[in-house]
């Protein structure tokens, strides 16, 4: 008996969804708080959150929000 079209369409969307829920799943478990810092030439550095420079970084991104927050009020 021969398959018909749409199902292997649809075998092959659903395997895809699939794997891009796992993708997901896997992600969230494993995401942490990290701040990312570009400098000039393309060269990035992460730095999480519990490391000193992280935290500091943490800190002044959290006053420039406020500062923008309030100055978007004005």
Known sequence: MVSKPHRVLLDRV???????????RRRRAS???FAR?????GRAED??????AGGKLFVAA?????????????
């Open 62 to 74: 959290g006053r420039l929000i406020e500062v923008a927050g309030k100055r978007s009020k004005s």
């Open 37 to 41: 810092l570009y400098y000039g030439g």
């Open 14 to 24: 659903s395997g895809y969804a699939d794997e891009a829920a796992a993708y997901m």
């Open 31 to 33: 995401r942490r708080p």
């Open 47 to 52: 730095h999480a959150v519990d490391s000193r």
